[in-house]
């Protein structure tokens, strides 16, 4: 079955320091792989997806991730942290050798960036 | 633009009482999904819909029943609520005839079950 891990409930960073977010994955086939954020009170948004080709991903706000197969990890990151970027951070696979369009999610990891 | 918008956004219901939950999705979608969000837990399926007139099971779906009403609307009913069932609820939708798109996601739906 596919599975997804976030190994850090909580990451803290200063502002203007840069920010990594892990997640490993394990699928059966390829996977297509995306990152999501939540705010307080607020439904998930998008941020970025791995399909296929390139191994660095960009997306929204600044933030961008990296794709390596030999380690099944899909970590986000961004250079420089802002304090707006505050917020709950969930990793997804789709596993599309089962045909199933809906997300496996992991944990999810709350990100605080200290003024 | 609307997006995916959810009725009600908070409700608290009695054990054994039962409640239909809203979704409606102004993207033209093809899939919507619902999902429930528990603390630690990240997101899990109850239910999705492929396209208009199907429905399948997902990762939690004891409990839970669902009406893909047209192409625009996907419903969630508890037949009768348990604390278990305390949760935030959330409906997706994705354009379903590209399998890597994101999907769109509601403000939640906050239930307590007392």
């Known amino acids: 079955a596919q599975s997804v891990a976030q190994p850090e409930d909580q990451v803290n960073v200063a502002e203007g320091n840069p920010l990594t977010v892990k997640c490993t994955y394990s699928?059966?086939?390829?996977?297509?792989l995306f990152w999501y954020v939540q705010y307080p009170n607020r439904g998930l948004q998008f941020l970025l997806k791995?399909?296929?080709?390139?191994?660095l991903v960009k997306g929204s706000y600044g933030f961008e991730a990296e794709f390596n197969k030999s380690q099944t990890s899909f970590h986000l990151k961004k250079p420089s942290a802002l304090v707006s970027d505050s917020a709950l951070y969930f990793c997804?696979?789709?596993?599309?050798?089962?045909?199933?369009?809906?997300?496996?999610f992991g944990s999810g990891t709350r990100l605080q960036v200290q003024p | 633009n609307a997006g995916v918008t959810q009725t009600p956004k908070f409700q608290v219901l009695k054990t054994g009482q039962s409640m239909t939950l809203q979704c409606a999705q102004d993207?033209?979608?093809?899939?919507m999904y619902w999902y429930r969000q528990d603390p630690g837990m990240g997101l899990r399926l109850i239910y999705y819909?492929?396209?208009?007139?199907?429905?399948d099971k997902g990762e939690v779906p004891n409990g839970y029943n669902v009406s893909r009403l047209n192409k625009r609307e996907f419903s969630l009913r508890l037949e009768s609520a348990a604390p278990s069932q305390t949760s935030v609820y959330f409906c997706?939708?994705?354009?379903?005839?590209?399998?890597?798109?994101?999907?769109?996601f509601g403000d939640g739906t906050r239930l307590s079950i007392l």
């Open positions: 997804a696979v789709r596993d599309m050798s089962k045909g199933r369009r809906a997300l496996t």
């Open positions: 819909s492929a396209s208009e007139g199907t429905t």
């Open positions: 791995y399909i296929t080709g390139d191994n």
């Open positions: 997706a939708s994705s354009d379903g005839t590209s399998s890597n798109q994101p999907q769109h």
């Open positions: 699928v059966s086939g390829n996977p297509y």
């Open positions: 993207m033209n979608h093809n899939s």
